[in-house]
């Protein structure tokens, strides 16, 4: 055992951000100049310093206690000394639980200088008022932290970045670090992961491309340019992972927006951090250059969405979450010939593969829908480079009478729904009314209630998605409008590429194959990105007559 002696006399320093606020009265020099001449004063044996410089008292999982911690656990520790109670910690529950329990098991005297405690005599009028400041110690942390949200919800509210670092393709601009200006090398970076996902590439394959160009990571990019960041420098700064690429598919700020408040804290001792819904955060638009448009962080957010199946040789298709069986909707699977895996693949119906009595085979070999897919894009390419206006003007006319019916069939709903709203609030009224006169009892006032606010919640839900297909039914025109302007990229493209498919295509539909005078048929629909289905056959015979 460790002798008495032998024990070291643990001197604890601690300094927060808002602490050095104070000035030197709090600094950590201060402060162990300050242990050290008391521990020398009064003859205390083997001083040890344990320090954690820019930590909060409200958590207690700093470095520099913890290590003090284990000491104290191990028997190696005589006295622990402390500049006052609130450098131990601002936790009323957790300072007690030390120095009540922790400390008087492994006998360890405790002494908070300025405060005049000291555990040896635990009956003092000292030791009652430590007590109370410990509180004032915990209350002075809750106040300081209400202060800090009720400052950073004013900041967030008003469209200012919360967060301390710029993301990874952006700088803070050195005449106003509130704004954020474009970093050249690390946005080209970001960019050709976009571009990746939109050809198909889930993030473990972008990760390893990017490893293999020997890209430097987000944090030791940050680190090479002096930027502090949170992260410890990796041993190896070129190895993406694939978490890392997700952050960056997934973070909405790169088309020019500011995100605030989407993750929360339950409290000051509760730092894990939880994510808010959608109608939760504060978004503000054009806040800043936009490395990526909104309609490809969408289709991204899209593509994330559906899982991409490799074959066993590590194949994918650019058809893989594009294509669907038309018979019963189920995804087509990209597979390879077992016998020699390079072989060109094919697409089959998942529900056939998994149980052919659920539907039937739907087989098409890849290079056969690519060359139909093609076939189908160069005529809609066609149609809106050559005969914008007549391609327009067909488009209008359907949408709008797709729209008309959408929207009248949405708004019977909606206004059936309403009513029902409308409804259960009476029907609550009276249902009060008769539980208090005695007509119903509480327990079926219960019941009933209890059923009354499900169907109004499921109702108000339904409401609001209803609300939803409306304006988007309204803005079908504003979606032509945007088509047309993505399909005139592409004008006097010669290959399909999966970016271009991605980008044009929401769905490709392929129906089982038919014998019909004596000859095999194959049906496949393509649903188009904002437009759904163009009738290219009505669009290309006006058009070719009007030229």
Not at 259 to 275: G, L, M, Q
Not at 311 to 339: E, I, N, Q
Not at 380 to 409: P, Y
Not at 467 to 496: A, H, N, P, S
Request: hydrophobic share 30%; aromatic share 10%; net charge positive.
């Amino acid at each position: 055992m460790t002798r008495a002696t032998d024990k070291i006399t643990a001197l604890y320093c601690r300094l927060s951000q808002e602490d050095d606020l104070d000035g030197e009265s709090n600094s950590i020099s201060n402060q162990k100049a300050i242990l050290e001449k008391y521990a020398k004063e009064h003859c205390f044996p083997n001083p040890t310093f344990f320090v954690d410089d820019g930590y909060s008292g409200t958590s207690f999982d700093r470095p520099g206690f913890q290590r003090m911690i284990e000491e104290v656990e191990a028997d190696h520790v005589a006295v622990c000394i402390v500049k006052d109670l609130s450098r131990f910690g601002r936790n009323f529950t957790m300072v007690g639980m030390y120095t009540n329990i922790t400390f008087v098991k492994h006998n360890v005297r405790f002494i908070a200088i300025n405060d005049n405690y000291d555990s040896i005599n635990p009956n003092s009028t000292d030791s009652d008022f430590a007590q109370l400041r410990n509180w004032f110690n915990e209350f002075y942390a809750r106040d300081t932290s209400r202060k800090i949200r009720a400052v950073k919800k004013a900041q967030g509210e008003r469209g200012e970045h919360l967060t301390v670092n710029a993301p990874y393709g952006y700088m803070k601009d050195p005449e106003d670090p509130k704004r954020w200006i474009v970093d050249e090398e690390a946005a080209e970076v970001v960019k050709q992961i976009f571009t990746m996902c939109m050809e198909g590439r889930g993030p473990s394959q972008i990760a390893k491309e990017l490893t293999s160009r020997q890209v430097l990571t987000p944090t030791a990019y940050h680190q090479k340019q002096g930027v502090p960041t949170p992260n410890k420098p990796n041993a190896f700064p070129h190895h993406w992972y694939s978490s890392t690429v997700v952050t960056i598919l997934e973070r909405r700020e790169y088309t020019g927006c500011t995100v605030n408040f989407k993750t929360y804290t339950n409290s000051i001792w509760d730092k894990k951090k939880r994510h808010n819904t959608p109608e939760q955060q504060s978004i503000f638009y054009r806040t800043h250059p936009a490395l990526i448009s909104e309609e490809i962080f969408e289709k991204v957010q899209k593509i994330r969405q559906s899982r991409k199946r490799q074959t066993r040789a590590g194949h994918t298709s650019m058809f893989s979450g594009l294509a669907y069986c038309m018979d019963c909707g189920a995804k087509l699977y990209y597979s390879t010939h077992k016998a020699d895996d390079s072989k060109p693949g094919y697409l089959d119906c998942s529900s056939h593969r998994k149980n052919n009595e659920v539907c039937c085979s739907h087989y098409i070999s890849a290079a056969l829908l690519e060359r139909l897919v093609w076939k189908h894009m160069q005529m809609v390419i066609w149609s809106v480079t050559c005969c914008e206006g007549h391609f327009r003007n067909v488009m209008e006319n359907r949408l709008q009478l797709e729209a008309t019916d959408a929207i009248k069939n949405l708004r019977k709903k909606l206004a059936k729904a309403e009513k029902r709203m409308a409804e259960l609030d009476q029907l609550f009224i009276r249902l009060y009314e008769d539980n208090v006169s005695g007509k119903v009892s509480d327990e079926r006032y219960a019941m009933l209630s209890g059923n009354y606010e499900a169907e109004q919640a499921d109702l108000k839900q339904s409401i609001q998605v209803m609300q939803k297909q409306i304006e988007v039914q309204e803005q079908r025109t504003t979606d032509l409008e945007q088509f047309i302007r993505t399909t005139r990229k592409y004008k006097g493209i010669e290959k399909l590429t999966p970016y271009m498919l991605r980008d044009l295509v929401q769905g490709i539909y392929v129906g089982k194959t038919e014998r019909i005078d004596g000859h095999l048929h194959r049906s496949i629909l393509i649903k188009y990105d904002l437009l759904g289905y163009i009738p290219m056959d009505e669009l290309i015979k006006e058009g070719l007559a009007q030229q």
